[in-house]
């Protein structure tokens, strides 16, 4: 929030869900806690709507306006709704949702399909020019194949491993750009070491990016990644082609986002026990195969919503005007 000069109040919450007794009632507690504390922030931000994205911190502050009588919209990123978003849906005007296949899990009139908002610099038309641009700015050659790998913030093991393990095959048909994440950087770093000097400069390693990351994008062939709900966002919005492995332990969410762009071909799925022994193969395939990449890169284009954010900030002005 520092970063784009926004306040921030923190209200305190826990999950319930799978807890023992005891951290039960710590969580009911916790949730309790910050009921009282929204109903505080409410009284003295006094909102005209209230837009929330899911998860459990979002029970109390939504409870707590609609006691209130404050119009409340949310916005639901995944295309399955977690349970503190099926719990909420009863208290609020609105959900908005990134794709049709969401809607079947409300009740009638309540959701209505927006897309995934995506930063700004991502809504220019994926060109050439663009590509040749973003590989110009992050240092890359002009001509070879680019291989985006990340795994979020906090970085994929399991990807990283898969990739580093057979890194000199990849970087014999392409230029990665790995974005590690922080827990494994200090391990990547030293594989890359051990490469030729021809084949350091064919990857380039970074723990985390974030103003670098639009560029990435842009300039990827070919990116592999979980299935968090940015995929259904960023990766249409970019034109770019996936190999996702969806996080296994976050229940059905990534693998039902990593199957949506499957299904429209967009996206190849591989399971993350199944990581070490396709990925490099499935990878290769793609980098080598131009027709194939284009066919899938189009296909990917197709599902993107360029005016997401604009229809979204639309839906929470007219639960505002609706609830007046």
Known sequence: MERVGLEIELIPAAGLRGKNPVAAAQGLWALLRGYRRSRQIIRWFEPDALFVTGGYVCVPVTIAAHQAGIASLIYLPDIEPGLAIKFLARFVDRVAVTTPETIKYFKPGLAVVTGYPVRSDLL???????????????????????????????????????????????????????????????????????????QQARYHVSAYLHEEMPSALRAADLVISRAGASVLGEFPAAGLPAILAPYPYAGTHQALNAHYLARHGAAVVVEDANLSGELYRIAIDLLTNKEKLHAMSEACRRLAKPDAAAHLAQEILEVKRDGN
């Open 124 to 198: 220019d038309a994926p060109t050439v020019e663009a590509k040749a641009a973003a590989r110009q700015k992050l240092g890359l050659d002009a001509d070879l194949p680019v291989l985006l790998v990340f795994g979020g913030s906090q970085g994929a093991r399991s990807i990283n491993r898969a990739l580093t393990t057979e890194i000199e095959r990849y970087l014999a048909v392409s230029q990665v750009v790995h974005i590690s994440g922080k827990l494994d950087a200090d391990d990547v770093l030293a594989r890359r070491a051990e490469l030729a000097p021809e």
